[in-house]
Structure formats: C-alpha cells, structure tokens
C-alpha cells in the first residue's frame, strides 16, 4: 500500500451517515445545528494495511512514499491536475489531524455503534 504521510481517518459508513440523516430530520427533539458525525474510531494507512492483512491472510505492507512521487505517479495514470491536488491535499489535511476527530453522536443517532472500517473491509473483500 503505497502512498504518502497521511494520518488517522474516521471513516464513516453512506449508510449510517443517512440513518443518522433520516433520524435527524424526523426527530425535532434533536439539535442539529452542528452535529459530529464519525465512526467510534479513526486509523490510518498503517491499521488498514493490518486490518486487510489479517483478513485476508495475506502480508499487506504500508510503504510511505514523498509526496512528490505520489503526486507524479497519480498524474502519470492520467489522473486530472484537479483531482491530483484534491488526493494530495487529504494526505496533507490527515496528517495535521483533519478527520481524526472521534465522537460519539453518531452512535447515538443510530442507536448502535457505527459500522466499523473492518465490517466495510471485509464486505468488500468478500464482494
């Protein structure tokens, strides 16, 4: 798993992110002026490499590449400029911590703990 420096991620699920969505529009009781909404937990490259390893019993190594090299080798696949910047600006934003944030709204929206990563990880290999 090549790519640059990055940092930890609260990665969420569209489905839970759309029951918390619909609890939040048909529930008037609930402040929605700003609300949290993220997974119970934030991982970065590292713990995904680890997680898909041991599910998919296979060595899966996180390998940090400069920035640069990754900039150069997203625009030699012909990835547009704009979309480039955009992929390297997330590397950037995780590293200062942009989307570690964990909270705990989301749970309680849905009534449940929010899918974890590893679920998504596994429905995926699976699939």
Known sequence: MRAPEDGPVSFTTHADLAEATATVLTDDSI??????????????????????SELTGSTIRRVVVPDDEHRASLLAQGLPEIRVDMAMGIFLASRQGQFARVETTLARLVDRPPTPLRDVLRASLAA
């Open 31 to 52: 402040d929605d002026t700003m609300l949290a909404l993220t997974a119970s937990e934030a991982v970065d490259l590292a713990d995904i490499a680890a997680i898909t």
